[in-house]
């Protein structure tokens, strides 16, 4: 999705007039917002007609906290965990603001605005339908070989579920690979008589 960064990060304004602390992504009313990056969800907060009016704060591992405002829906409650990719909310105009947007801040643990860099609007797309089907093989994967290399007792929980994505994975393909199937056997259908 290619969308426009209506104020970036520092830019100062009249609404703005000691530095914007975040990008403003000009994005439709109800547009899905997926969670840029892991993290746990620390406050879900309506400010109301000011501010960043309903919004979502999310930690971030290393302590730095990321936050999504104006929203008009949010889908997530406090100490939730959210991985990147998840459904965190839709777009809105909520708050101090002058049309729909997306407003995306930084902050450091204490509450200091951060330069988000050059975050391009896909961080907040979903992943593509074919890698969403790949992420729990792999997170099942992991898990499994965690537990085979440590000293902890063997526990062969995962295995079921590695199984269970892999047919997951060859249902999902499977369209595809008769697709495919299909194409190949076709064109050597038509193109035989030359080879004759
Ligand atoms: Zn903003």
Redo the contacts with the bound molecule.
Sequence with gaps: MKVTIS?GYGVVSKI?PTG?????YAVPLGTPLHAPYDGIVTAVRDYGSSSLGKSVFVQKADGTLYTL?HLSDIKVKIGQKVAHGDLLAFSGSTGRSTGP?L?Y?EFTSTGQPIDPGDLPFDAFTPYPGWTQHFRPLLEANERFFQNWFSDQPQNYEAFPIIVEKFVDLFIFLLPELIAIGMIYYGFKIMLAPLFK
């Design positions: 104020a703005h914007h602390t975040g990008i403003d405002g947007h407003h801040g």
